[in-house]
């Protein structure tokens, strides 16, 4: 079980890349476990300090279609972010001409930390950083553009004048790379893009396109230890980003979300109402369709698909089952 996407590089590559983008060069690199996707090191490098080197996947052609532009996608939130003072990583260099290595590679500032997977919950200060989760959500979802979609598209001037046509493009951009990989049964596949449709007139409620994470679980937190305690460090892999319905931010990883504390900063509950409930079961149906071509055609990890495209087809019958 292994991904196709993670590939390491030689010494040399790296340093060529270290002097390209920092004018610099390191004396030490290792290498950094627990990715799938990218292929990151730390360097030490000799003006700059501590450094981390993110590589793009290999293997492009099995990525979707968005994911063929995460860099760009990532360094645009961080931009913006930035301007509100939210703690996300510092970009240092980025090279996306693909002449020294075949893919992009991203240079930030590194932050030492462990990751929120590793908290404690009934230990450690984890309702608070629940909390203060909250507040950077409450901060980003201030963010806006004037059209719905992929962040790479909207800040290049494309993207959706209606919610709902930027989720349709979500289904036909997926079925592009999904299809071919037989990743849900044609039938199954037909009932989804009929359900879509059918619920145009509930996405259409959305109006303001929302920046959101679109990948905010613990895994992606950095939590700086201080004093026996934790305080936030930094908020991760933005690549994925949207300007969307930001319920959409709520229908991955619900264990942040789902706490009090979070809810009490963010400043603002779920809304009861069955329609929007159905919204957020739509988007948690699209969440595990993406995830279902993760796990089968990038991570080669079989079992985890089939669990996704579980989830994909018992969302759907309930969706089917909802009258608008």
Known sequence: MASLLFQEESNEALQKLTESCLNDRF?????????MFNTTYLLHT???????LRLGAVNRHLLMPFE???METEAEVYRRSRQLKLPVPEILGLDLSLRIVDRGAMF??????????CV?????NYKELCGTLGSFCAKLHTLTAGRFGRVYDVMRGFGYSSWHEAVEQELYAWETVATPASVLPPAALDRVEKTICRFAPLLDEIKTPVLVHNDLWMGNVLLVPEKGRYRLGLVLDADRAMYAD?????????VIHDEPEFRTR??????EAPEAAARRRLYH??????????????????????????????ELSLLESFRI
């Open 27 to 35: 004396t030490s690199f290792s290498l950094l476990k627990g990715g």
């Open 46 to 52: 000799r003006e700059h300090g501590e450094v981390v």
């Open 68 to 70: 063929q532009h995460l």
């Open 108 to 117: 930030t500032r590194f932050v030492p930390g462990v990751a929120m997977s």
């Open 120 to 124: 404690n919950p009934e230990k450690d």
């Open 246 to 254: 930001p319920e959409l931010e709520f229908s991955g990883h619900r």
């Open 266 to 271: 963010y400043g603002k509950a779920p809304s």
């Open 285 to 314: 149906m699209l969440t595990q369709m993406w995830h279902a071509y993760v796990f089968q055609a990038e991570y080669a990890m079989p079992e985890h698909a089939a669990h996704a495209v579980d989830l994909v087809l018992q």
